[in-house]
């Protein structure tokens, strides 16, 4: 079944015909909220609003650990998580959707591993390619059919927040060879990899990054909320396609 993560302009799928809502408990601690279980196109799929479904919860105080156990308990086969990110590289302007390939992470002092605590071994996982390859590969393929463009590759710096970058961070952030940047993507994809669960991301640009292009002088937040409504309904369309050709491959596999 596929899992979504919802961030900010995405709290709801409104193509999700919901079943039932469960609050799952962890052994990590409270998810943001109720797992929203349904059909999206007759595929099953659950739901899970990143930072809560009333958007109160930080990018450093999201429980990623408890989220992502919780969608894996529930038998996640798959996981896309939805994040709204800045423009680094200059050809990706505010609306564009983006399925990043690499990562860089700066952030700090979140829980990013389920391997530690009393009892456990030491444990290094192999964390080469970041996002799962087949699923990208499926995310660009369900975008193409529904005529969504989407580019197919960007490096992703994951900041701490919950404030944006200033214009030198960005430029350092180019410097090192990040393309975009967001708050949330670690460690939420490497506690991915832990449990085994293909993850991989659809980032849609909200907004220029710090001290570029419209975001030279500043960044406007009302621009930002128009930019996402109208580009998460382009993410729901690809989210639909996608359902069924995750149910598909799935069924194949079995
Ligand atoms: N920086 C970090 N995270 C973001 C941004 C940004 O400019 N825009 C949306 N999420």
Redesign the pocket.
């Given at each position: 079944m596929l899992g979504i993560i919802g961030g900010s302009g995405l709290t709801q799928l409104a193509n999700l015909d919901v079943s039932h809502r469960e609050v799952v408990r962890t052994p990590y601690g409270e998810p943001s909220g109720a797992i929203t279980f349904g059909e999206i196109g007759g595929q099953p799929a659950m739901f899970l609003a990143r930072h809560g479904y009333g958007h109160t919860i930080p990018p450093h105080e999201v429980n990623y650990r408890a989220n992502i156990w919780a969608l894996w308990h529930k038998g996640a086969t798959g996981i896309v998580s939805v994040a709204?990110?800045?423009g680094i590289r200059a050809d990706l302007a505010p609306g564009d959707i983006v399925i990043p390939h690499q990562i860089i992470d700066y952030t700090w002092g979140r829980r990013s591993t389920y391997h530690e605590g009393e009892g456990c071994t030491v444990t290094h996982i192999d964390f080469t390619e970041p996002y799962d390859r087949a699923l990208r590969q499926m995310i660009l393929l369900a975008a193409s059919d529904v005529g969504v463009s989407a580019h197919a590759s960007a490096v992703y710096a994951a900041?701490q927040?919950p404030r944006?970058?200033t214009a030198a961070e960005i430029d350092r952030l180019e410097r090192d060879g990040a393309e975009v940047?967001?708050?949330t993507g670690m460690p939420e994809a490497v506690l991915a990899r832990e449990l085994g669960v293909p993850y991989a991301a659809i980032n849609v640009i909200?907004?220029y990054?710090?001290g570029r292009a419209d975001s030279k002088d500043g960044?406007s937040f009302e621009a930002i909320e128009g930019v996402l409504r109208e580009s998460m309904d382009r993410v729901r369309i690809v989210i639909d396609r996608l359902a069924g050709c995750h149910a598909e491959v799935c069924a194949a596999a079995d």
């Open positions: 709204s990110v800045g900041t927040g944006l970058e940047v967001g708050m909200a907004n990054a710090a960044i």
